[in-house]
């Protein structure tokens, strides 16, 4: 079966500091990775998405940046964090096909980021 | 723009009786996509049901059911014989069918939060 891993799960930093938060899936090959970023009391933000090796798409201009290395990881990146930052981070896989129906989103446990 | 509406910030339940989650949405697209995800204290987001605007059986899952009314662009949850675990944040959300290669955009609702009384 497959899993999917996040961490940390909170981490705290302070302005100006770099941040880098890591993905894994297990169990699937050539999924289609995402972060989303959850504010206080709203819904979730697709932040990058990825459909392979060395393929970024980043659907809201930022301070973050994502990479992804290897297949089944990909990774949340920052060189000077800022207070808005702070937030929920979920990352989230689906197997690379338009069908809805037999490909949800699966997300990981996600990391609670305070900016201080 | 899609936008999605939860106008009910908390609801609560009694343990084994049935609530409904309200949810409206807006959009000029015929043919998309809505869900219903359940956000546990543990943050881990757990979709719970989804509904292809297309189909007109609502969709059920178990105890979860949904009452899709497409001309009112409303599509509500409904949780029978409740349980302690459906305490959680419940997030409606709403999708095209093609965002784009690898896009994967959903359009959320801000949430209710449900407490489940025992």
């Known amino acids: 079966s497959q899993t999917i891993h996040q961490w940390p799960a909170t981490l705290v930093q302070p302005v100006g500091s770099p941040l880098s938060l890591e993905c894994t899936v297990e169990?699937?090959?050539?999924?289609?990775l995402y972060w989303y970023r959850q504010a206080a009391g709203r819904g979730l933000q697709l932040l990058f998405y990825?459909?392979?090796?060395?393929?970024i798409s980043s659907e809201v201009p930022q301070n973050l940046s994502a990479s992804r290395p290897q297949d089944r990881q990909f990774i949340l990146s920052s060189k000077k964090l800022l207070l808005s930052d702070s937030g929920f981070y979920l990352c989230a896989w689906r197997y690379p096909t338009l069908q809805e129906y037999n490909s949800p989103l699966h997300f990981g446990n996600g990391t609670r980021l305070t900016v201080t | 723009a899609q936008t999605v509406t939860q106008s009910q910030p908390e609801m609560s339940v009694q343990e084994a009786e049935t609530v409904t989650l309200s949810c409206t949405y807006d959009t000029s697209e015929s043919d998309y996509y809505l869900f219903w995800y359940k956000q546990p204290p543990s943050r881990q987001m757990i979709l719970v049901i989804r509904?292809?605007?297309?189909?007109?059986q609502n969709a059920t899952e178990n105890r979860f059911s949904v009452n899709f009314q497409k001309a009112a662009k409303s599509f509500s949850l409904k949780i029978s014989d409740s349980q302690l675990g459906d305490a959680a944040m419940y997030f409606c959300a709403y999708r095209i069918p093609y965002s784009g290669a690898g896009s994967y955009q959903l359009t959320f609702g801000k949430g209710t939060k449900l407490s489940v009384i025992p």
């Open positions: 990825s459909v392979g090796i060395g393929q």
């Open positions: 169990g699937t090959s050539n999924p289609n």
């Open positions: 509904q292809e605007a297309y189909k007109q």
